[in-house]
């Protein structure tokens, strides 16, 4: 398997960065004909002169934007194009990237009509090289293909299908998951330099040892050496690393030098270890980690600095531990999704997120079902959020050679894009798969074996929702979680039928595996506003007493070591695909979409901070 990463841009004394975020042009194909503009060349010239183009914001999920159902309901491809000027200054030994964060689903991207590369799967970065194509001093265009078509093989699934309309054939796109099958360019593009020679990947793996030791195991993947005859003839070599770690005043605590080597170990005297919040008066504490790469002349070639927290992650059947401290998770299910922009990226949505978290008390959430923006991991990593790192194998259904290629592709990106956060501390492998269908026991065997073959200091899970005497996927899962709707998807409206099953279901899943537990989804939709004494469904006085049930399944859970954690569904409402069950989106949020509390959040708040008080 690949064994690279992608470096999240940053600048530094040897790399420019820049965003091409903004307002780039954008059409619309025709759904009955959507690889018209493959064939016609659509990306050889400017894309208005092919057909009238209209404004499109950048990162945005274009489907909110305009007033048109059309646009809203779109299947297959959408064209989008951005002019930008590449400086002379640029012209100068060294590589200039194109990389995007995430465009959903799949995308072809040319620069001034040529094809520099090709992307599916949605939430997760591609960037490629473009020194050879851009022009100096000069206007460049480019010219992206996105296309959100889910069918039996893609992550997630989904089906198209033609059926008939008052207006002839149309196509329908179909899909078992609830959450909007939102498109677009979704995340920050960004246009960097590096040196000819540079740093491609880091790897970081943490440790403590007694008397407040902290080391710093890192690996330096450093690239375009063999391919420099061009630019350095004969090439540099060998080559090596100094890297050092600077706390947070910005003092230098440790350093290494490896005189031959790329990887080394760097060892943290009275290291602050990383926490997550409440379980420390300094949680999220990040070093500083900058990485300077040499020739062996002593001439410095390239330089990255990125941020890295300091932990051990263990566990067993009975438990998790980070700094050998047991854990019990506070947390959610989250969405990427907002009004308008729906799964376009925004600094202002993140840090509000975030700012709530750490009101209500959480400590932790799952990226329900899907890589979030690299930028969020940033956050959790800073403010000491614990994740549980999910890839978009959302209600897999059908088993296909395909399907497991593209599954396994994407726990691949996922892990190589996040190994390095501190506030990663398990991978979740699926959401509700038909994990009682035949096929699933040899497809997940070989999925779990994969991850844990990828990354083995961690734990994997996945998010389940079959019974557990039927189930084929939890024997190969390190920490079983499911997700529960009681007294909503079953036996609505009773609310005194909650606390026993979720009582007797953990147990089982405990029982059938000698393993923890986490209740991973539980909840009811709750439209603000709405009150009912006694409590009656859809009221925020049946969200408040749902939760309260639950509570009280968890409290006596939490006397069994086993079980380990709580996450609510669903942090905010959140938009969905269109259904009679749904009133404007999905609302089992405690906030709203707007993020403002439900009553509901101030019965959590309690509960999670007398939850961290009590550890
Ligand atoms: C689930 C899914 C989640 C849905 C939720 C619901 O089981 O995992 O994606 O949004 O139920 O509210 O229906």
């Not at 890295?308 to 299910?333: C, E, H, M, Q």
């Not at 050679?401 to 990106?413: A, C, G, I, T």
């Not at 408040?544 to 968890?554: E, G, I, P, V």
Request: glycine fraction near 6%.
């Amino acid at each position: 398997p690949p064994t690279r990463g992608l470096l999240y841009p940053r600048e530094s004394e040897s790399r420019e960065v820049r965003t091409l975020d903004g307002v780039w042009r954008f059409l619309q194909s025709d759904v009955n004909d959507p690889m018209q503009g493959v064939r016609d060349n659509w990306y050889k010239a400017d894309l208005d002169k092919v057909k009238p183009t209209r404004p499109m914001p950048v990162p945005s999920s274009y489907n909110d934007i305009s007033a048109e159902d059309k646009l809203r309901d779109h299947i297959g491809t959408v064209w989008y194009e951005k002019k930008f000027f590449v400086p002379h200054s640029w012209n100068m030994d060294q590589r200039i990237w194109l990389r995007f964060g995430s465009v959903h689903y799949a995308a072809v991207v040319w620069i001034n009509g040529q094809k520099v590369m090709s992307h599916t799967i949605g939430h997760l970065p591609f960037e490629s090289e473009i020194t050879d194509q851009v022009k100096f001093g000069a206007e460049n265009r480019l010219t992206l293909m996105c296309d959100n078509t889910l069918v039996n093989s893609t992550i997630p699934q989904g089906t198209v299908a033609e059926e008939e309309s008052d207006e002839g054939k149309v196509m329908v796109q179909r899909y078992t998951f609830d959450f909007f099958n939102y498109a677009g360019i979704h995340r920050t593009v960004h246009l960097y330099t590096t040196p000819v020679v540079y740093i491609e990947d880091i790897k970081v793996l943490t440790d403590l040892t007694e008397n407040h030791v902290g080391l710093v195991n890192y690996e330096v993947n450093v690239n375009g050496n063999e391919k420099t005859t061009v630019y350095y003839d004969p090439p540099i070599e060998p080559l090596y690393v100094h890297v050092q770690l600077r706390n947070k005043e910005g003092e230098i605590v440790a350093h290494s030098i490896s005189k031959t080597i790329l990887n080394g170990t760097i060892v943290v005297k009275d290291v602050m270890p990383w926490w997550p919040y409440l379980m420390n008066p300094e949680p999220g504490y990040l070093y500083t980690m900058e990485v300077y790469l040499h020739a062996v002349d002593e001439s410095l070639l390239d330089v990255y600095r990125m941020k890295v927290g300091i932990r051990t992650l263990k566990w067993n059947n009975s438990t998790l531990l980070i700094n050998d401290a047991p854990l019990y998770l506070r947390g959610f299910g989250k969405h990427e999704d907002s009004d308008i922009r729906g799964k376009g990226f925004d600094y202002a949505l993140l840090t509000r997120d975030f700012n709530l978290l750490k009101w209500i008390g959480a400590n932790a959430y799952r990226t329900s079902h899907y890589p979030y923006s690299e930028e969020s991991m940033q956050f959790a990593d800073e403010f000491g959020i614990m994740i549980i790192d999910e890839c978009p194998g959302v209600n897999a259904d059908i088993f296909e050679p395909l399907l497991l290629r593209n599954h396994k592709s994407s726990l691949e990106q996922l892990i190589h894009r996040d190994r390095n956060h501190a506030s990663v501390i398990m991978w979740s492998i699926a959401n509700e798969p038909r994990s009682s269908h035949p096929q699933a026991d040899k497809y997940f065997k070989f999925l779990a074996n994969y991850t844990k073959f990828l990354d083995p200091t961690r734990p994997i899970t996945a998010a389940l929702n079959v019974e557990a005497k039927k189930d084929k996927l939890a024997q190969y899962l390190d920490i079983i979680s499911f997700n529960r709707y009681n007294a909503w998807y079953q036996n609505a409206g009773q609310l005194d039928m909650i606390t026993k099953h979720v009582e007797e279901e953990a147990a089982l899943w405990h029982e059938t595996h000698n393993k923890t537990v986490i209740m991973t989804e539980y909840g009811a939709d709750t439209y603000e506003g709405l009150h009912f004494l006694p409590a009656y469904i859809w009221s925020e006085d049946y969200q408040r007493y749902l939760l309260s049930k639950h509570f009280k399944a968890f409290d006596s859970l939490r006397s069994q070591k086993w079980f380990i954690g709580e996450f609510l569904w669903n942090f905010a409402d959140f938009k969905t695909a269109q259904s009679f069950t749904r009133v404007g989106g999905n609302k089992k949020g405690v906030f709203t979409r707007q993020r403002q509390p439900k009553s509901a959040a101030y019965l959590l708040r309690q509960r999670y901070f007398s939850l961290a008080l009590e550890l």
